[in-house]
């Protein structure tokens, strides 16, 4: 037990003394992430999460960190029921408007700070969290766990995390784990709980300059008996 704790500090909560955000709070920093710029992302849904979820029958589903809304759209275009949580108000707002543009009504946002959301148990088929790593406190493994309760019998938390660094470095110190390491840190019940998938997947990725190279995600499939 000692190990595991000692594992989810260093994966989950590593942050330097000098880091340039240790005085924002985690909804300022994402706030000021989202404003200070049109817009953060692509748009796309992240082809890893895509690529292990297009195989589950449509329900309904969280997304975790949701950002401006493309794994929930996505979801949505898939026939699931999906609701997107994060916690900048920028981030959600865009969200909302691409769904809207897009005519889809089961894709819905809520602004909420996932360190005290608590969902309603065993009430949703598929809880997704897209490289949910932080550069501020955040304690990931707790908003997991609660996500976790969310699920109901026969329904999958899927995680997809940074394996190694953008240098490609492994080192647990840089926020990164393997999947087997998630697991390990998530501990939940083996009674109610199996491991279906828990591997290291490439990823192929081009830069801003137009270099493309290969991430290393870890994939973590659980699912719930």
């Avoid at 992302?41 to 809304?69: Q, R, Y």
């Avoid at 899927?158 to 998630?182: F, W």
């Amino acid at each position: 037990r000692q190990h595991k704790k000692s594992t989810e500090s260093a994966v989950r909560n590593h942050r330097s003394s000098s880091d340039p955000y240790d005085h924002l709070s985690p909804a300022d920093y994402w706030e000021q992430r989202y404003s200070s710029s049109e817009r953060v992302w692509s748009g796309k849904v992240n082809a890893t999460m895509a690529d292990v979820v297009i195989a589950f029958a449509p329900g309904t589903a969280i997304d975790l960190g949701c950002g401006e809304g493309g794994d929930v759209l996505w979801l949505a275009e898939q026939g699931w029921q999906a609701q997107g949580l994060d916690i900048s108000a920028t981030a959600v707002g865009r969200a909302r408007e691409e769904a809207a543009t897009r005519g889809l009504e089961s894709a819905t946002f809520t602004a909420t700070d996932l360190s005290s959301w608590r969902p309603a148990p065993e009430s949703v088929d598929l809880v997704t969290a897209s490289f949910f790593q932080s550069n501020v406190a955040l304690d990931g493994v707790a908003i997991l766990r609660a996500a976790a309760s969310a699920v109901r019998s026969g329904g999958r938390l899927v995680v997809a995390s940074h394996a190694q660094g953008p240098d490609g470095s492994t080192h647990r110190g840089t926020a990164v784990a393997s999947a087997r390491e998630e697991a390990d840190s998530l501990d939940l019940p083996a009674e109610q709980w199996t491991i279906e998938v828990a591997e290291e997947r490439s990823r192929p990725t081009s830069g801003h300059d137009g270099q493309h190279s290969e991430l290393l995600d870890a994939v973590l499939v659980m699912r719930r008996r």
